[in-house]
């Protein structure tokens, strides 16, 4: 256990994803004035920890085995296509959550028929997106 915890390409990554969890239950707090605590537990939202998840392992194995290396080639491919996804793919699926929700309050509220929403919040935007990057390089360029 003490070994898993001394890995710096590990640690400190999962620790980005904490602190990106943490500051959307934050900002949320900011801007609503309240506390949501969902915020903590689901994706979408500022600052993307998908992409400070990804961005502190790339940036943690260039630290450790050299930007040369060919780890850390992967590992920023990978994290391009992880940032691409949330900033692309998942960010549609939202808005397409987001008209569908709307389709079925215009058709299912005059019915009354309840059915579940989808949730809209799915992906992030480029913004989102590059804050969750620099958090994670941050991070990792401090403690890796």
């Not at 640690?11 to 609503?32: E, H, N, R, T, Y």
């Not at 004035?33 to 915020?39: A, D, E, F, K």
């Not at 992967?74 to 959550?97: E, L, Q």
């Amino acid at each position: 256990m003490a070994e898993l915890l001394a890995n710096r390409v590990l640690v400190v990554p999962l620790a980005a994803w904490l602190v990106s969890q943490c500051l959307k239950v934050v900002l949320g707090w900011l801007i609503d004035r309240r506390v949501t605590w969902s915020y903590f537990t689901t994706s979408g939202g500022m600052p993307s920890s998908h992409s400070a998840l990804v961005a502190a392992v790339a940036t943690a194995i260039g630290r450790q085995s050299g930007v040369g290396s060919p780890l850390f080639g992967a590992a920023v491919i990978f994290s391009v296509i992880v940032m691409y996804d949330a900033a692309g793919v998942r960010r549609t699926v939202g808005t397409h959550a987001k008209v569908l929700n709307m389709l079925l309050d215009e058709f299912f509220v005059r019915h009354q028929i309840d059915e579940a929403r989808l949730r809209e919040l799915v992906g992030h935007t480029p913004t989102q997106v590059a804050a969750g990057a620099l958090l994670g390089m941050t991070l990792a360029l401090l403690l890796a």
